[in-house]
Antibody
Framework: QVQLVESGGGVVQPGRSLRLSCAAS????????MHWVRQAPGKGLEWVAH????????YYADSVKGRFTISRDNSQNTLFLQMNSLRVEDTAVYYC?????????????????WGQGTLVTVSS | QSVLTQPPSASGTPGQRVTISCSGS????????INWYRQLPGTAPKLLIY???QRPSGVPDRFSGSKSGTSASLAISGLQSEDEADYYC???????????FGGGTKLTVL
């Protein structure tokens, strides 16, 4: 059974940085595209970023473009999200999610497995 | 505000059939396949329906999906108390060049 375990969340002041990790196991991590999806308290889901299976391409939501960087280490089966210049509105539970394919292409993105999430609180 | 519109709430009694709608546009639902996710209270979302009307292994046939034009629907028949959850539609948006979610529908079993 696919396992995704996020870590790195916490309380941080506006303007500061935080790095999230997602440890993957029980599947061939290097064969799947990966995503970060977030959920603000009491709100709905928002896609944040996507990275191809080999790390060669990365895509971001407009709300985080230029501030967040998605990356992966296939040798360590780990996905990362570097979050810089954090804002109060970035407060959310951040989920890592596996795509059903090597990458999410135009027309179809399918999040077939999700981690349990890690809470990021941006507050002064 | 999401580009996909879902009713914020829905309800039904045990055994009843309920439907949840998801309305979009030609740049998303009108041209791409839709997926549905269920989020039980305090847990992570889970894939419920993919490619408009396909069920992953383990999802009972009480759950079904459909799409017509720029709208889609999730139907749940034989409603059970454990179906109380938030339900989200999701689809690729050609204009935004990325996936988008609906605002979510909270289903209450009365």
């Amino acid at each position: 059974q696919v396992q995704l375990v996020e870590s790195g969340g916490g309380v941080v002041q506006p303007g500061r940085s935080l790095r999230l990790s997602c440890a993957a196991s029980r599947f061939t991590f290097s064969s799947y595209g990966m995503h970060w999806v977030r959920q603000a308290p009491g709100k709905g889901l928002e896609w944040v970023a996507h990275i191809w299976y080999d790390g060669s391409n990365k895509y971001y939501a407009d709300s985080v473009k230029g501030r967040f960087t998605i990356s992966r280490d296939n040798s360590q089966n780990t996905l990362f999200l570097q979050m810089n210049s954090l804002r109060v509105e970035d407060t959310a539970v951040y989920y890592c999610a596996r795509d059903e394919r090597t990458y999410c292409s135009g027309g179809s993105c399918l999040f077939d497995n999700w981690g349990q999430g890690t809470l990021v609180t941006v507050s002064s | 505000q999401s580009v996909l519109t879902q009713p914020p709430s829905a309800s039904g009694t045990p055994g009843q059939r309920v439907t949840i709608s998801c309305s979009g546009s030609s740049s998303n639902i009108g041209s791409n396949t839709i997926n549905w996710y269920r989020q039980l209270p305090g847990t992570a979302p889970k894939l419920l329906i993919y490619s408009n009307n396909q069920r992953p292994s383990g999802v009972p046939d009480r759950f079904s999906g459909s799409k017509s034009g720029t709208s889609a629907s999730l139907a749940i028949s034989g409603l059970q108390s454990e179906d109380e959850a938030d339900y989200y539609c999701a689809v690729w948006d050609d204009s935004l060049n990325g996936p988008v979610f609906g605002g979510g529908t909270k289903l209450t079993v009365l």
